[in-house]
Structure formats: C-alpha cells, structure tokens
T-cell receptor, first 117, second 113 residues
Framework: GAGVSQSPSNKVTEKGKDVELRCDPI?????LYWYRQSLGQGLEFLIY????????KSGLPSDRFSAERTGGSVSTLTIQRTQQEDSAVYLC???????????????FGEGSRLTVL | RKEVEQDPGPFNVPEGATVAFNCTYS??????FFWYRQDCRKEPKLLMS???SGNEDGRFTAQLNRASQYISLLIRDSKLSDSATYLC??????????????FGSGTKLNVKP
C-alpha cells in the first residue's frame, strides 16, 4: 500500500541483544519521526529527520539508541544491548514538509512491538 | 513538566451523551494544535486540527485558548464507535524547519450502550 510501512511488526529478543527496526515512509514525505509508546502511556519522541538536515536526536533515551535515514527515505532504528525497559511499541511517522511548515498530519505506521525478555 | 497535559480518564459515558476533553500545553511558542485518535493497539490518526477561531467537524468541535494555553475537544451525540483514546498534540516550528510534535498521554473514552 501507500502508507508508512514498518517491520518487523513484532520482535521478541533476549536482554543484551541488538535489534533493528525499519521504517519505510510515504513516498515524497521529507520528514520522518520515531516515537516510542509503552503500555498505557503516551508517545515519547525519539528522533526526527527532515530532508538533508542533521537529525534532531534530542529524544533518544541513551547512547544505546541510534537511527539513520538512508537516501532520504528508509529509516532504521537500532537498539544495542537491549534492556527490559526498552520493551514498547516503536512507531514511525512521516509527513510532507513545506517551506511554511507542516499540515500537521502525521501518518503513522502500525508500529513494531518489541519485547525484551 | 510535560509539554502537553491531559486528564487520562477514562470517561465512561452512555451513547448520545456529550463529552468534553481538555488539554493544556506549557510552551507559549507552540504554533499548531491537533487532536488525534488512537484505537486500542492501533496507530494514532489525525482527528482534526484546532484553529484559533474554533472549528467544527460534524459532531466534533475543537477550541483553542492561546492566552490560557488550553485546548478542548467536544463530542456531541456520542457513538459506540467513538470509544478510543484521544491525544492532544502540539507542534512547535523551530528555526531551520525543525517541527516537533508533542503528544499528550491521551484521554480514554468509553461509550456504553
């Protein structure tokens, strides 16, 4: 489809292992966001990419978390040495950005549910 | 202090009721305001933008009070299908086009038959 695509949809891993989560935004959307949502909680901002600008990494909770966006399209969120508190749904969103800003509609993927045992 | 604060609820209302949600934001530089809806174990989706003059979309009315840094959502004639979590969202357009969206924790609505 033409929506935001995330993979894997579910990931169960052991504490200490590394995981990679992938996001394929809507074609033509220059802005891409990663959020984290723990059970029953709100969305926690992690990182933001806009075009060729340096990403805003201010929401990454520790240096175990990193993300990249290759070719201005697909993004990968990497969590190294996973901990149990990393268990959450990781949501990716994209939006079209214009010179005056955004329409405000973030299009979300269905999320990657991470469980760290 | 959180950027966006909401009453978590839950709000339990009968079908046909009118229900109102409130939200406050901390940063007066906030520029754009939205309500998103999130169904259980689903991704959030835009419900409506919130304009300074107030705006209506069918049974839904949104209001913004910049002086008090307060946003509201009114749902009239509630339907069972309105049961969801409603997220208040504030957008800050910073220099260099860095647009940050701040999400409230959401208000849960349960509409009962």
């Amino acid at each position: 489809g033409a929506g935001v695509s995330q993979s894997p949809s579910n990931k169960v891993t052991e504490k200490g292992k590394d995981v990679e989560l992938r996001c394929d935004p809507i074609s033509g959307h220059t802005a891409l966001y990663w959020y984290r949502q723990s059970l029953g909680q709100g969305l926690e901002f992690l990182i933001y990419f806009q075009g060729n600008s340096a990403p805003d990494k201010s929401g990454l909770p520790s240096d175990r978390f990193s993300a990249e966006r290759t070719g201005g399209s697909v993004s990968t969120l990497t969590i190294q040495r996973t901990q149990q508190e990393d268990s959450a749904v990781y949501l990716c969103a994209s939006t079209r950005m214009s010179l005056v800003g955004t329409t405000g509609e973030l299009f979300f993927g269905e999320g990657s549910r991470l469980t760290v045992l | 202090r959180k950027e966006v604060e909401q009453d978590p609820g839950p709000f339990n209302v009968p079908e046909g009721a009118t229900v109102a949600f409130n939200c406050t934001y901390s940063n007066s530089a906030s520029q754009s305001f939205f309500w998103y809806r999130q169904d259980c174990r689903k991704e959030p989706k835009l419900l409506m933008s919130v304009y300074s003059s107030g705006n209506e979309d069918g049974r839904f009315t949104a209001q913004l009070n910049r002086a008090s840094q307060y946003i509201s959502l009114l749902i009239r004639d509630s339907k069972l299908s309105d049961s969801a979590t409603y997220l208040c969202v504030v957008n800050m357009n910073r220099r260099y086009n860095f647009n940050k969206f701040y999400f409230g924790s959401g208000t849960k609505l349960n509409v009962k038959p």
